[in-house]
Structure formats: C-alpha cells, structure tokens
C-alpha cells in the first residue's frame, strides 16, 4: 500500500438543510392606523361642508324685503280755516323716506307712488324715483308732499278736527324690485309702508310718527 494512504485524509461533513432554511422570510403587513381614519376624516369634512351650505342658504341666499319706513316728517308750509263749510286745507310735508337692504346682495326697486289719506280719502300724492341700494346698505329719499282737502266730501270732521288743533293722516307706499344674490340669483321683493302722524295745528309740527 503506497504511503500516502497512510496519510490521514481530511474529514467532509454533508450537512442536510430542510427547505425552511432555504425560504425567503415572509414579513406580514400591518394593518394602517392611517388607512382606518380616512373614512372618518372624508365623512367628518362632507359633514362639515354640508353646515357650511346650509349657513350659507339661509343665510347669504335668502332674500328678506327691505325694510320701507318714514323716518322724518316736517311741515313746510300750512294754511287752514276751520269755518265749516268753508272750511278748506292747504299743506306741505317735507317727508324723508328709508330704505334698508338686509340682504348680501344689492337691491333694486321701481318708480312708487306715496300717497297721504284723512279718514280713507287721498288728500295727496308724490311720486318716488326708482334707484338701488348697496348690500346690506341704507338709502334716504327726500319728498314733497301737497295735502289739500279738495277731495273731502265731508268737511264736518275736517272742521271739527281743526277746532281740535290736531289732524290725523296716513301715508302708505309700496316698494317693488329685484335683490341680486351673488350676481347669479335674482328675486322678486316687495315691501308695504304704513305710516301714522298726527300734525298739531297750533306749533305747526308732526307728531306721533309710526311706521309698521
């Protein structure tokens, strides 16, 4: 036997792996935390745009009429005999109208007619010229207004009432136009003044003005 065989010869070892040693890691994924949330975040911001709409619907889009109104009234002039049956009237008001627009859009109104009533008869009548108002804005109209007693048939109250030194009148107007929302929405507005004054003979003066 040749001598190298005597030779101590290096020992293989054969190691077996199983097939587990082999595989690729398998990582599972864990569920998002942000993944959850986002049905709630969208449902919370459609919530929330829904409330705004509807502030903004009943707010911004729904029209109010103008408040119409006499805020001053003065005498001019007055002329008068209270000596039944010729008892006859000749008077001037000085009258100042308002107009408020509540709204979020500016308003525009038509020609109207003021008109001054004693006991339901028409004792005078001025026409009022048509303009705008500004969003949520106030507009005055100055008028002049005749009151004669031309048109009473029945001078015994006009008499009576002038020996009272007080004289009860009524002035009404209605107001109609358009208010623009957002440039886009128009609507059809009207407003109805109905005013109570009583004007004292003696000092030439208007009292007691209300407007409903």
Not at 65 to 76: G, H, I, N, Q, T
Not at 183 to 189: E, P, S
Request: hydrophobic share 40%; proline share 4%.
């Amino acid at each position: 036997m040749p001598a190298e065989d005597h030779q101590a010869r290096p020992l293989k070892i054969h190691y077996q792996r199983g097939d587990e040693e082999f595989a690729a890691p398998v990582f599972k994924p864990r569920p998002s935390k942000r993944s959850n949330k986002c049905p709630v975040y969208v449902l919370a911001a459609v919530v929330a745009l829904s409330a705004v709409a509807l502030v903004f619907s009943l707010i911004v889009l729904r029209p109010n009429d103008p408040e119409f109104a006499l805020s001053e009234v003065s005498v001019k002039s007055l002329n008068y005999t209270n000596d039944y049956p010729s008892t006859w009237l000749d008077a001037t008001l000085a009258a100042r109208a308002t107009i408020g627009n509540t709204n979020f859009g500016w308003f525009e109104f038509e020609k109207s007619n003021l008109t001054v009533t004693y006991n339901g008869t028409v004792v005078g009548e001025e026409e009022l010229d048509g303009g705008t108002v500004g969003s949520r804005g106030t507009k005055y109209m100055d008028v002049t207004v005749g009151v004669r007693s031309s048109r009473i048939s029945d001078l015994r109250n006009l008499s009576s009432d002038m020996n009272d030194n007080v004289l009860e009148l009524t002035s009404s107007a209605q107001l109609r136009g358009r208010v623009h929302l957002i440039k886009i929405v128009k609507r059809r507005l009207t407003s109805v003044m109905n005013c109570t004054m009583s004007i004292d003979l003696s000092n030439r003066r208007v009292q007691n003005l209300i407007c409903t």
